[in-house]
Nanobody, 121 residues
Framework: VQLVESGGGLVQPGGSLRLSCAAS????????MSWARQAPGKGLEWVSA???????SYADSMKGRFTISRDNAKNTVYLQMNRLKPEDTAVYFC????????????????RGQGTQVTVSS
């Protein structure tokens, strides 16, 4: 399993970023995928999940601001993040796996190296 995230960076509050995750080494089209994040000094937190058929779920604080999507032809999952807040600052990880496991024990699932998102003026 290989998961490579990209798209992080520094953005001002209220701004947007689009994260991408290129997946390989497994059958992507039949795998649920998720995003999780880890803020400084905190544990890994589930952000969003998408099933193989495209059904999506979000943590409460991300609803209405983040959108997860996938392109099975490209073996890629995306996270569009809008109206970013300073508290969204974290390392964002692409995770192979979906609900309910990823919400409870995201650290137990395969994930990439992460991409840093910093929201600051």
């Amino acid at each position: 399993v290989q998961l490579v995230e990209s798209g992080g960076g520094l953005v001002q509050p209220g701004g947007s970023l689009r994260l991408s995750c290129a997946a390989s080494g497994f059958t992507f089209g039949t795998s649920a995928m998720s995003w999780a994040r880890q803020a400084p000094g905190k544990g890994l937190e589930w952000v969003s999940a998408i099933s193989p058929d495209g059904s999506t779920s979000y943590a409460d604080s991300m609803k209405g601001r983040f959108t997860i999507s996938r392109d099975n032809a490209k073996n890629t999952v995306y996270l569009q993040m809008n109206r970013l807040k300073p508290e969204d600052t974290a390392v964002y990880f692409c995770v192979r796996g979906g609900l309910p496991v990823v919400r409870v024990i995201p650290a137990k699932l395969p994930r990439g190296q992460g991409t840093q998102v910093t929201v600051s003026s």
